[in-house]
């Protein structure tokens, strides 16, 4: 199984290895942002049948957390809203980790080699 990160008893990795492992986190994370919008967009247009920008909008609105615009008229997109609400909620935590872990986890990799450096 391969490692995503270096154990804290090896060698800070390189800053241009740093790097490209940021862009790629980032990259992931602005993936599963728009297939997580696409997602809700489409629920809106199927569901309420709401014109694709105003399913834009409303997709966009939950995921973000500010709430929907449009209240949904029908049973099948109220259910569809509150499962998207819940799945945004949980996403947006999910994706943030993705793309601060790179460095949070660097960040934290020098802290321990410096505070070992300290105590050597």
């Known amino acids: 199984m391969k490692k995503i990160f270096e154990h ?3 060698p800070l990795l390189p800053f241009q290895s740093f790097m490209q492992r940021f862009v790629r986190s980032v990259a992931l994370g602005f993936i599963l942002i728009i297939v997580s919008l696409l997602t809700g967009m489409a629920g809106y247009h199927f569901l ?4 694709w920008i105003d399913a834009f909008v409303n997709a966009s609105m939950i995921l973000s957390g500010m709430g929907p ?5 029908t049973n099948a997109g109220k259910i569809f809203a509150g499962l998207y609400a819940l799945y945004s909620g949980l996403a947006v935590l999910i ?3 993705i793309m601060f872990a790179p460095a949070v986890h660097r960040f934290l990799h020098r802290f321990h080699l410096e505070s070992k450096k300290d105590n050597s």
Not at 48 to 51: A, I, K, S, V, Y
Not at 69 to 73: H, T
């Open 48 to 51: 309420e049948d709401l014109p």
């Open 95 to 97: 994706i943030a980790g």
């Open 69 to 73: 615009l449009a209240v949904p008229q």
């Open 8 to 10: 804290h008893t090896e």
